[in-house]
């Protein structure tokens, strides 16, 4: 699946773009560098908003990074159909941008999580998770403070009622999300958010412990096969 | 030099998990009066001269925009500070 061209921006505190370009490169696509302070897209075909706290997560997470130069353009192509992965600080990014509903707040517990965490699969139609079976559990690294997935009542009950829940906490809520909610889609289907870390589980011996042994899980890697997929059949 | 003081709290139905640990902080030092602590943000805005009306509408627009997410913050109030 080469020609692929998926986009990874680096804000300032930006942690985890150099693992998910890995990961892009490991599913045979190429992982193009973008920079926050530079409004150009570079032609890639998608895009993914890292982990991390881009600027240290002052203000609120993601609150400044929304208004960098790059976002104006991630925003306008996301409404244009482009696909867009937001993880974690990602996540945080896109919520504050409004291009998904609702707002992460810190976890109920007051601390800050790291553990390997089951996740049900919910919509298997989006850009980013076309790999995956309805209802398929997969196990991927989360680590967060500020997790706590929220909206008003009737934005989830329309969230559910449009399929538009993708991911949900299984084995115990971590941090407090409305409805064990761990990730949401736009209603098109192209802009995806979670907490937790797929691109940690696309190696075996780098990712979560898995039926075959300590480390070897590699759920994660399904995410970005999805979205070749998605670019090379769309072109 | 001008200043326009932005008030921004969590809204009231959210847990506010800062304000509930210093509220779980003050009985430690001996303050048993206060039942609950909600803790928020305050702003200050400062503009080269007096602070005008143009000044305080576009503090009240920054603060729904930047300073203030409205889905779980309310911006309090936005006013000019008195001089110090």
Known sequence: MTGARVGIVTFPGSLDDRDAARAVRLSGGDAVPLWHGEADLKGVDAIILPGGFSYGDYLRAGAIA???PVMD????AARGGMPVLGICNGFQVLCESHLLPGALIRNDHQLFICRDQQLRVENTDTAWTNAF????VITVPLKNGEGGFIAADATLDALEAEGRVVFRYVGGNPNGS???IAGITNEAGNVVGLMPHPEHAVEA???PDGPLGPRTGTDGAEFFVSVL???LSAA | MGRIIVEVMPKPELLDPQGKAVAGALPRLG???FTAVRQGKLFELTVAGDVTEADLDAAGQAAGTLLSNPIIE???RVVEAEQR
């Open chain 1, 66 to 68: 929304r208004f960098a």
């Open chain 1, 73 to 76: 353009r991630v925003v306008d």
């Open chain 1, 133 to 136: 079976t309805p209802g398929q």
């Open chain 1, 178 to 180: 409305a409805r064990d």
């Open chain 1, 205 to 207: 011996g780098y990712g």
């Open chain 1, 229 to 231: 997929r998605r670019v």
């Open chain 2, 31 to 33: 303050f048993d009066q």
């Open chain 2, 74 to 76: 309310d911006v309090i």
